[in-house]
């Protein structure tokens, strides 16, 4: 058994040498590619991001196949950010590797050390003690409310970070009495964005939608909804129903009129329903 495990592990090593030699080979000023020469870490986030979302995808289909394929596309960023990062000496595969290693041991000390623990939550509190006294910060109890949002709102996407700052904020007091005052002001939210649009700079309109968003986003709180799902799940619903639509059409889409789209639209939305 240790022997097969030894063998899968050099038979890994030698799979992530190869990918490493690779992309070393595509960055190459000596027969590389020119568009792999062109990128920047910073002309790669959008690569990044993506590339989660569509793990994060494959995951819930529960295809092995394309988990594989989708980790393997998340994995190439970052061997690709540290190729980058390498050539310009600032650090590389390996120093992101044994960083990580270094701190999974710091992070469990009740694994690789000898401290003992009851519960996952009490392995969640060891954790955010240890990261606040790595980054030298105050630990997480003696942290400002506004502190620990500041981290969500610029480290998490949009709708996940608005969701874990109102729950923060709820859970020290930060919240309506009833269900009511939040319809109120989700109303008054969009009273505010009517006015804007009709009245106001767009920068003005843009920041009366951002709090039309927040207030939206407090009501699936408090109905205990998943806005990320509820998003994701109407946009397969239009793109079924925009399918249903071309393949009733006999012309492309953009030779009918709106009525005539709007006819389309019904006859696809009644089809999927049937089906």
Not at 96 to 113: C, D, T
């Amino acid at each position: 058994m240790e022997t097969n495990q030894t063998q899968r592990n050099a038979e890994t090593l030698a799979a992530l040498q190869e990918l490493i030699d690779i992309v070393a080979k595509l960055r190459s000023p000596d027969g590389g590619c020119p568009w792999d020469l062109a990128q920047t870490p910073q002309t790669l986030t959008p690569y990044v991001i993506e590339e989660a979302y569509e793990v994060v995808d494959a995951i819930n289909s529960g295809d092995k196949k394309a988990i594989a394929e989708e980790l393997g596309d998340l994995l190439l960023q970052v061997v690709l950010q540290s190729q980058i990062a390498g050539e310009y000496e600032q650090f590389s595969l390996k120093e992101v590797a044994e960083g990580i290693s270094q701190k999974l041991i710091r992070r469990h000390p009740h694994v690789f050390g000898n401290v003992s623990v009851e519960s996952v939550d009490q392995v969640r509190q060891n954790w955010e003690e240890i990261k606040a006294a790595e980054k030298g910060e105050p630990s997480p109890d003696s942290q400002t409310l506004s502190h620990k949002l500041g981290s969500y709102a610029r480290k998490l996407p949009p709708l996940m970070g608005t969701m874990k700052i109102s729950q923060k904020a709820a859970a020290v007091g930060f919240e309506w009495e009833n269900i009511d005052g939040v319809w109120d002001k989700f109303n008054e939210e969009l009273t505010e964005f009517k006015q804007a649009l009709e009245h106001e700079t767009p920068e003005r309109q843009q920041a009366e939608l951002g709090d039309l968003l927040f207030s939206v986003l407090q009501l699936a709180r408090w109905y205990n909804l998943n806005p990320e799902a509820a998003l994701q799940g109407t946009n397969q619903r239009f793109i079924q129903r925009l399918a249903k639509m071309e393949a009733f059409a006999e012309r492309p889409l953009s030779d009918y009129t709106l009525e005539e789209l709007e006819t389309l639209w019904q006859q696809a939305k009644a089809q999927l329903a049937q089906e």
